[in-house]
């Protein structure tokens, strides 16, 4: 049951223009939703997270817009650099106070590249 | 002010052999996780824990796989009589501790078991 997905396997942009990243889920009971970069053979760093009360959240370059009718979140970064070049996860979390919201679900991941 | 410190870094294993895994969270961080990335597919939560204490387990296997978060030393994840399905790489993450859900968890750099 894949209760976060991210349909779009890569992305290949140019330096300096947008990249548009979307992630959907499927579980209303999420409360928040993160945005991790992971370089090869490192482990996933934390981006930006957004929670679902709210509809944007923004970070220097990177903005994380929600649609909670849509179950529908996207990662924007402007402009894009060469060193963004990563797969990137989206993740949710319950946070209904119990001990699940210690767990992060995750997307399968989006390769961008970012071509100079 | 190191990071989450992951031991070995590499891990290769004989089918029916165990495997031992080590984390050290960030210093003053006592909630550690454990997270599974198969290949091709995103991270899968396996377990949280605090010191002495197993959170949630409820992505762990029924079998062969066992955690523990002592009050003194590493966490250790344990795989006992390894099977190829086993090969993955597993993340360990750490939070301090306080209830934060717009937090994101750092993680370490993985061990990578291959299973022979």
């Known amino acids: 049951d894949q209760q976060v997905k991210q349909n779009s396997p890569s992305l290949s942009v140019q330096e300096g223009r947008i990249s548009i990243l979307n992630c959907d889920y499927t579980n209303s009971m999420f409360d928040y939703f993160l945005w991790y970069k992971k370089y090869p053979a490192e482990g996933p760093t934390f981006l930006i997270s957004?929670?679902?009360?709210?509809d944007k959240n923004e970070d220097g370059r990177f903005t994380v817009f929600l649609n909670k009718s849509a179950k529908h979140l996207s990662l924007h970064i402007v402009p894009s650099q060469p060193g963004d070049s990563a797969v990137y996860f989206c993740?949710?979390?319950?946070?209904?106070?119990?001990?699940?919201?210690?767990?992060?679900?995750f997307g399968q991941g989006t390769i961008l590249t970012v071509h100079p | 002010n190191a990071g989450v410190m992951q031991n070995p870094r590499h891990l290769v294993r004989r089918r029916g052999q165990e495997a031992r895994l080590r984390c050290s969270p960030m210093k003053g961080h006592s909630h550690v996780y454990w997270y599974r990335q198969l290949p091709e597919e995103g991270l899968k939560f396996m377990v949280y824990?605090?010191?002495?204490?197993?959170?949630?387990e409820s992505g762990m296997p029924k079998e062969r796989f066992s955690a523990e978060f002592p009050k003194e030393g590493p966490s250790i994840l344990r795989i006992q009589q390894v099977v190829r399905g086993d090969s993955a790489a597993y993340f360990c993450?750490?939070?301090?501790?306080?209830?934060?859900?717009?937090?994101?968890?750092?993680f370490g750099s993985g061990t990578r078991l291959t299973v022979v």
């Open positions: 824990l605090q010191k002495e204490n197993i959170i949630d």
């Open positions: 957004i929670s679902s009360i709210k």
């Open positions: 993450a750490s939070s301090p501790p306080g209830y934060r859900p717009h937090y994101g968890y750092t």
């Open positions: 993740a949710a979390r319950r946070a209904d106070g119990g001990t699940s919201y210690g767990k992060l679900t």
